[in-house]
């Protein structure tokens, strides 16, 4: 009798416990610990190692957003290239430059890092699998050398969410993945919004980096607000991920560039690609990750204004943040091409 009375007081306390377990992971609701990526930099625009929790404040509104720990952005291991090769960009010049910031950017890397070789126009093309192997990755990027493969619409939207999607189906971890976005920012064919492509790239924590190689020469883009327009798409998508966005032409290009910048592109051909590459490679390594406390009054809306203010480095330096942040919610269904 005393062993049935021991055998269910231990099953009783097993039960208890098993409860409060289950009880004490259900009160920790996912979606309020987010992690972000965020860009800081001194007055100089240079990266600050050595940052704290205490070198941070969360709010949204006026409700402050509880930081739980910060620590550098994980290195990036697994970086898919997305190239646009839509007709827009079916010229020389912007041939050759990114196809070399490409090479440059393999070349710069430190040899273990993976990368993988995508394409688009209204579809997306994988033509190099993730893997470390330089000779492979040149082949794939050479291979789009020939001005016949630079044609019809641009599905930029779609690419992006067919890149994201096919990091997760490898099961890559998100802060150690990326992807580099090179393209005019021309979007005509998605079927996906703007808005799809941003809530399924911020939740999924993967980190975008942009190159955004549209001229100023109004013969092709008339009128300097398209010119800024796209700038500002390129910036809002690479920031907002926690990456760096970074361009080919100057945002405001002189005006003697805008009727004739033929001088620039030699220069910009042959003294600013290593530089590109080195600002990639710089801005990969610079991020910080917050993991943050978000308050459960904010499950309930659609998306939410995350504002960072950044104080001083360990140094003393001025901290300044690349942007504020936006939160998405956790669960998304969006689908690509």
């Not at 799809?196 to 883009?221: Q, W």
């Not at 398209?226 to 690479?238: G, K, S, Y």
Request: charged residues 25%.
């Amino acid at each position: 009798m005393r062993k049935v009375i021991r055998k269910f007081v231990l099953l009783a306390i097993a039960i208890v416990i098993s409860a409060m377990t289950f009880s004490l992971g259900a009160q920790e609701n996912p979606c309020l610990v987010r992690k972000i990526h965020v860009q800081v930099e001194d007055q100089a625009g240079n990266p600050i190692p050595g940052l704290t929790a205490a070198s941070f404040k969360a709010t949204i509104g006026k409700v402050e957003v509880p930081i739980r720990r910060v620590e550098p952005s994980p290195p990036l291991a697994n970086l898919l290239l997305l190239l646009d090769t839509s007709g827009s960009r079916n010229d020389v010049f912007t041939m050759r430059s990114s196809l070399l910031i490409e090479k440059e950017l393999i070349n710069q890397s430190p040899r273990e890092t993976r990368y993988a070789s995508f394409a688009f126009m209204e579809e997306t093309y994988l033509d190099q699998d993730f893997t470390s192997d330089r000779k492979l990755l040149d082949d794939a990027i050479q291979k789009y050398s020939a001005r016949s493969m630079w044609r019809g619409p641009s599905a930029m939207y779609d690419a992006l969410i067919f890149s994201i999607n096919h990091i997760q189906r490898l099961g890559l971890p998100p802060g150690n993945s990326g992807i580099v976005l090179i393209t005019d920012g021309g979007e005509n064919d998605s079927h996906n919004n703007l808005r799809k492509t941003e809530d399924l790239l911020n939740s999924s924590g993967i980190r975008l980096f942009t190159v955004a190689t549209i001229s100023p020469d109004p013969a092709r883009f008339p009128g300097a607000p398209r010119f800024r327009q796209i700038h500002e798409l390129l910036d809002r998508l690479a920031n907002n991920s926690g990456g760096v966005s970074i361009w080919l032409w100057p945002k405001d290009p002189p005006k003697e560039f805008r009727n004739s910048h033929r001088e620039y592109e030699v220069e910009a051909e042959f003294n600013k690609i290593r530089e590109i590459a080195a600002d990639l490679i710089r801005g990969m390594a610079s991020g910080y990750e917050l993991e943050l406390d978000l308050p459960s009054s904010v499950v309930k809306r659609l998306d939410w204004k995350l504002e960072i203010a950044a104080g001083y480095g360990p140094s003393g330096q001025r901290v300044s943040l690349r942007y504020a942040p936006r939160l998405f919610p956790c669960h998304t269904s969006t689908t690509g091409n």
